[in-house]
């Protein structure tokens, strides 16, 4: 499976934006999916994942403010009250198996990544 993810951008505190990926080649159906971000000198660090199409799971630092969610071929991440700190590249992921959600090495495709900055 290709992932292709987009809507990244500016936004200021406070603001929303939602990121999209999109699958081709495979259904992405029987895959676990996962956004991970990676801000400027730090690790990649997981942020949501969704598992059997409803499970959802989150990191504590977005947890309440992100939402993820599927439609057909399409993972979104729907961010509101933004923060400086949200600021990264944001990469969309997808494992065939659901174990350790929030290990990135789990995970054998990925996306491009797309970048969010927020400014305070």
């Known amino acids: 499976v290709q992932l292709q993810a987009s809507g990244g951008g500016s936004v200021q505190a406070g603001g929303s934006l939602r990121l999209s990926c999109t699958a081709s080649?495979?259904?992405?159906?029987?895959?676990?999916k996962a956004w991970f971000r990676q801000a400027p000198g730090a690790e990649r660090e997981f942020v949501a994942a969704?598992?059997?199409?409803?499970n959802e799971y989150y990191s504590d630092s977005v947890k309440g403010r992100f939402t993820i969610s599927t439609a057909k071929n399409t993972m979104y991440l729907q961010m509101n009250s933004l923060k400086p700190e949200d600021t990264a590249v944001y990469y969309c992921?997808?494992?065939?198996?659901?174990?350790?959600?929030?290990?990135?090495?789990?995970?054998?495709?990925w996306g491009q990544g797309t970048e969010l900055t927020v400014s305070s």
């Open positions: 969704i598992r059997w199409g409803s």
């Open positions: 992921a997808a494992q065939l198996a659901g174990s350790e959600y929030q290990d990135r090495k789990k995970y054998g495709y």
């Open positions: 080649g495979h259904s992405f159906r029987s895959y676990s």
